[in-house]
């Protein structure tokens, strides 16, 4: 086919014998062709001139007939065409039906280090299917009542791990008993099925679960292993507790106004695929202290539920059961449930049972040194050391000020501040990755401003409520709407709902609290692994391959791992015998840190929020990728949608306004929403 004379796309550079003999198509700036069958993330070129203009729907390929299983979508045809939305002066474009009637075409190259104006042409070839026939619902469609429950169901079951792990961390670390912690998971499942639904009808509106982020872990033990904590006798737990809201609630507050003022719109600008994917990858490495020194504990359980956990998700990803992959969605609970068995077998068949050895009295207490030696592995590998099923009661209301009143310390609200921006900074990743899969575009810079608002809105009520940690879109939201196919956001928010509703049912929050403390680690390393490799897969938008970018994410990488090293184990003799347990040494850095001046707070604040390691990968992320020259392309910067083309169309508009006619209410407000 002879190529369109009056087109101004760069000439295709020939490619070469390495190209030709592996087949090799370059993908630029969020243009991901990964199979269905590995759970990937496909999303459709977005045009960086026209953020809002309505893509044409590509022509079956070879004559296929149309996907049966996927919904009828003419209302939101019509929609789009109704808003056909004039090019930019002196944009040349070819008109729309030309898109769906050519025949396909190899992929050219863009030159590399040229800012052009639409560096993604528009590729149909035999692997190519957009991101409309991947999903099985999209943002607005409803698919019945029977399915919207069984996937809503499903979609937080996926997600379970990353909702209740960190009660089940935090709770420990503060000395809390079975009973708090099952009352914290329980006030946990409630403020995430109301954070969820607030956010989905009055922040962002796209289909994300709003959880306790691993973010805030990191922060929250360093607060609670303050050097003002250690010698604190008696419970504990509400008074660091306390401690806790107090830093969170402020946070919090700043995180609100960092959105409903308008300022996140000017720091998207800073915020890209450079920054973000080193940011949110070094949350999950930062860990690994933790992970695996817990489950050696117990090998035998938590290795057999590693092995499991992998062999679902990957070896098995393609198996369905009944048209769903079941492995793949629910490989986490699967191998929680079946390693969960197999402890409770070895502990009735006598396995972890040692004579004269109660795992019930306190280590202190025990009179012989075989017991002592072997309380650890009892304790870990035993499914019937806890009692918080048996304790806790069957109906309770998780309320505010449960806890007490808050105390506000002003050095660990600061580092909470600070904490705020990397979650924001997570939540802008995964704002565009879900609008690309679900949305009919991305959403707008006030969208996005809206969306980081009501989630420092919904922290304070994770303060008020006394979660331990704030509420923010877990990072994990992204990976199950492409492993599901669903993006309906009436789904989530019925899921949203159930979660309120189990909340109240004190003995779920019993069981949740009664896992063994072997198979929490184990689930531990599976999620942050997951965390890991979600933010790494946020290089996709950016060319990866190029120079710049491998320097920026090598040095983010490097830095963030060696600075909060430096800090953690400045002024720690080798030999000192320290009451806290070796995987929790790393957060004691502001009793011992090298930052030491003439005032207290400020030594707490620097050596605790330089020994964190997302922080540091933030810091030099974000100032080398905005100074060190680069082309959009290269950089991948995010595409948002334009406010003024976004209110022209109304699809758009039905997927991010306000429902209620509340979006009437704000229109005052121009630097928020549409």
């Not at 720690?572 to 320290?578: A, D, G, M």
Request: hydrophobic share 40%; glycine share 8%; proline share 8%.
């Amino acid at each position: 086919m002879s190529e369109n004379p009056n087109s101004n796309d760069p000439p295709a550079i020939p490619p070469s014998s390495w190209a030709k003999r592996t087949g090799f198509r370059p993908r630029f700036s969020g243009e991901t062709n990964a199979s269905t069958d590995s759970g990937q993330i496909t999303t459709h070129p977005v045009d960086t001139t026209e953020a809002v203009q309505p893509r044409p729907t590509p022509a079956p390929v070879n004559g296929s007939a149309p996907d049966k299983d996927q919904p009828v979508k003419k209302k939101k045809e019509v929609e789009l065409g109704a808003a056909r939305l004039p090019p930019k002066p002196g944009v040349n474009r070819q008109p729309n039906n030309i898109a769906a009637s050519a025949p396909a075409q190899p992929s050219q190259r863009v030159a590399r280090n040229a800012d052009v104006e639409n560096p993604l042409p528009q590729v149909v070839d035999d692997e190519y299917v957009t991101r409309h026939a991947r999903m099985k619902y999209e943002l607005r469609d409803t698919p019945g009542l029977v399915p919207i429950g069984f996937y809503g169901f499903q979609h937080y079951l996926s997600m379970m791990g990353s909702l209740i792990l960190i009660p089940l961390v935090i709770v420990p670390a503060m000395g809390g008993d079975h009973e708090d912690m099952s009352k914290v998971v329980s006030t946990v499942l409630f403020v995430s099925g109301m954070t969820t639904l607030l956010q989905a009808n009055f922040g962002s509106r796209l289909p994300l679960i709003q959880g306790p982020s691993f973010v805030f872990l990191a922060p929250a033990l360093a607060i609670i292993k303050s050097p003002e904590f250690l010698g604190l006798n008696g419970n504990n737990f509400k008074h660091i507790m306390k401690e806790l809201q107090g830093a969170i609630i402020i946070a919090s507050a700043f995180q609100a106004l960092l959105g409903y003022s308008g300022l996140m719109t000017l720091l998207l600008r800073l915020i890209n695929p450079v920054v973000v994917s080193p940011t949110v990858a070094a949350v999950g490495l930062s860990f690994y202290s933790y992970g695996f020194p817990q489950m050696g504990a117990c090998l035998e359980i938590g290795v057999v539920q590693i092995m499991l956990v992998i062999t679902f998700s990957l070896y098995l990803r393609k198996v369905s059961v009944l048209g769903h992959r079941v492995f793949l969605i629910y490989a986490v609970p699967l191998g929680l449930a079946i390693t969960w068995a197999m402890s409770f077998l070895l502990t009735e068949a006598g396995a972890y049972k040692y004579d004269g050895c109660d795992v019930n009295i306190p280590t202190s207490n025990m009179q012989s040194d075989h017991c002592r030696k072997h309380v650890a592995r009892m304790k870990s590998c035993r499914a019937d050391t806890s009692h918080a099923l048996k304790s806790s009661p069957w109906f309770r209301i998780p309320y505010p000020l449960q806890w007490g009143i808050p105390v506000f310390n002003w050095k660990m609200a600061i580092v909470m501040c600070m904490v705020s921006v990397i979650s924001s900074v997570d939540s802008v990743g995964s704002y565009h990755a879900s609008s690309l899969l679900v949305a009919s575009r991305p959403p707008t810079p006030g969208v996005v401003s809206r969306g980081i608002g009501l989630e420092g809105f919904c922290s304070i009520l994770s303060g008020l409520w006394g979660t331990g940690t704030g509420s923010t879109s877990l990072t994990e939201n992204v990976h199950t709407i492409a492993v599901t196919k669903m993006g309906s956001r009436t789904t989530v928010e019925l899921g949203a709902c159930f979660l309120i509703v189990l909340s109240f049912v004190g003995k779920v929050g019993g069981f949740i609290a009664s896992i063994p403390q072997v198979m929490v680690a184990g689930l531990l390393c599976i999620m942050w692994a997951m965390l890991t490799a979600l933010g790494l897969s946020n290089l996709r938008y950016s060319e990866a391959g190029s120079s710049r970018n491998i320097i920026i994410i090598g040095l983010s990488f490097f830095f963030s791992l060696s600075v909060p090293a430096y800090f953690q184990q400045y002024g720690v003799s080798p030999n000192s015998n320290s009451p806290v347990p070796t995987y929790f040494q790393p957060y004691i850095v502001a009793s011992h840190g090298p930052f030491r001046s003439h005032y207290g707070g400020l030594n707490y604040v620097m050596n605790t929020l330089l020994s964190l390691h997302m922080v540091i990968a933030f810091l030099v992320a974000v100032v080398l990728d905005n100074t060190v020259p680069g082309s959009k392309q290269e950089r991948g910067v995010y595409v948002w949608s334009e406010p003024d083309a976004a209110r022209r169309e109304p699809a758009v508009v039905k997927d991010y306004g306000l429902p209620f006619r509340v979006g009437k209410l704000f229109r005052w407000v121009r630097w928020v929403g549409l």
